[in-house]
């Protein structure tokens, strides 16, 4: 049994598996004429068995019905895989699977907050080697390109500041240890919300069902 629910997503109704071995959210095709509020754009990467895959994100101009609930202005990110919903919002509801039946229940919790989805990083994109991470490409505009990171430095390793002493404190910043030709420096890049907000009054905002940071 692959488990899927119908969700409608900015007004059109997808198919999602419910991939509990995913930490995204919702993942969809690129090939759909969504509406964004930011276009997707390359946020990330990882180390997949053909090579290095390229992670793509935007905002959609819209909401997603999903179990019941709506998600306004979510990030979606785009893959050409199957579309899925994964634990980043799974998590948030209690899913029993009946193999014999192929029956699925789905229950939704109480961990909603009053809070916008968003994605944080540096802007930098990375990919591994033996010496670290490899810059390889950056976010336009992003905090790490504005300290002047370039493609093709070497990372060697790096430490993050919080805002304060408690561990579930978001990160404020990244301190990476770049070798760049025969130098080494250090750059302090600030962590910011990669995909913004669209520019809605904060009352509005506040009314909205948005769900925690992914």
């Known amino acids: 049994m692959r488990p899927y629910y119908d969700a409608e997503i900015g007004g059109i109704t997808r198919r999602l598996l419910l991939d509990t071995g995913s930490g995204l959210g919702f993942e969809v095709q690129p ?3 969504w509406d964004w509020t930011v276009e997707p754009l390359v946020v990330g990467s990882s180390m997949g068995i053909d090579g290095l895959q390229y992670t793509r994100a935007g905002r959609l101009d ?3 019905q999903f179990f019941g609930n ?3 202005y979510p990030i979606l990110r785009v893959s050409d895989d199957t579309e899925l919903v994964g634990t980043d919002l799974l998590r948030d509801y209690s899913i029993t699977f009946d193999q014999a039946a192929q ?3 789905v229950i939704p919790g109480s961990t909603f907050s009053n809070q916008p989805m968003v994605l944080r990083g540096t802007g930098a994109i990375f990919s591994p080697n033996a010496d670290g991470m490899k810059v390889v490409r950056l976010v336009p505009g992003s905090p790490a390109e504005r300290v002047g990171m370039e493609i093709g430095d070497q990372v060697e390793r790096t430490a993050f500041l919080k805002r ?3 561990e579930l404190q978001r990160v404020q910043s990244k301190s990476y240890y770049v070798r760049r030709g025969g130098r080494r420096f250090q750059l302090e890049v600030p962590v910011v919300d990669l995909i913004p907000l669209p520019r809605v009054g904060r009352a509005a905002i506040d009314e909205l069902p948005f769900k925690r940071e992914l």
């Open 31 to 33: 090939q759909r004429r």
């Open 62 to 64: 819209g909401q997603v």
């Open 70 to 72: 709506s998600y306004a």
């Open 103 to 105: 029956r699925l229940e």
């Open 164 to 166: 304060d002493h408690f």
